[in-house]
C-alpha cells in the first residue's frame, strides 16, 4: 500500500458517508440486479449523477456490474459490509454481550 492512498476501508466509508448512496444500495438489496434505468426512478437526480454514486460504490466494491446484452445489471456485494462490521463492531459488541450475559445470570440468580 502507498502512503496516502486510501484503503478498501477508506472507500467503503467514503462511499458510506453518502445518503444517496446508501439509497442505491437500500434499493439494490431490495431487488438486486437492478438496471440504471430502474435504480434512477426513485431519484431525484440526474442520470449522469446517479452514474457517478453509482462509480464510487464500485470503486469501493459494494456493488459489481453485468452486462447483460444492452443493459448493465447492479448487483449489492456484502463482502466490505462485513469486512467492516468484523473490524469495527463486532469487537464492540462482544464486550456488551459478555456483560449482558453475566446480568441476565444474575437476575436470574444464576452464576456466571
Known amino acids: 500500500m502507498i502512503e ?3 484503503t478498501d476501508d477508506d472507500r467503503v466509508f467514503k462511499a458510506l458517508a453518502d445518503p444517496t448512496r ?6 439494490l438489496h431490495e ?6 434505468g430502474e435504480l434512477c426512478e ?3 437526480m440526474t442520470r449522469q ?4 454514486h453509482l ?25 466490505p459490509l462485513h469486512d467492516v462490521y468484523e473490524r469495527w463492531v463486532r469487537k464492540f459488541e462482544m464486550d456488551r454481550l459478555a456483560l449482558l450475559h ?9 452464576k456466571s
Do not use: C, W, Y
Not at 22 to 27: G, M, W, Y
Not at 31 to 36: A, P, Q, V
Open 49 to 52: 449523477s446517479v452514474t457517478q
Open 102 to 110: 453475566d446480568l441476565k445470570g444474575r437476575l436470574e440468580g444464576k
Open 4 to 6: 496516502g492512498e486510501p
Open 55 to 79: 462509480g464510487l460504490l464500485e470503486d469501493a466494491n459494494l456493488i459489481s456490474t453485468v452486462r447483460r446484452g444492452r443493459e448493465k445489471l447492479h448487483f449489492i456485494n456484502p463482502v
Open 22 to 27: 446508501r439509497k442505491l444500495l437500500d434499493r
Open 42 to 44: 426513485a431519484m431525484e
Open 31 to 36: 431487488r438486486n440486479g437492478r438496471t440504471l
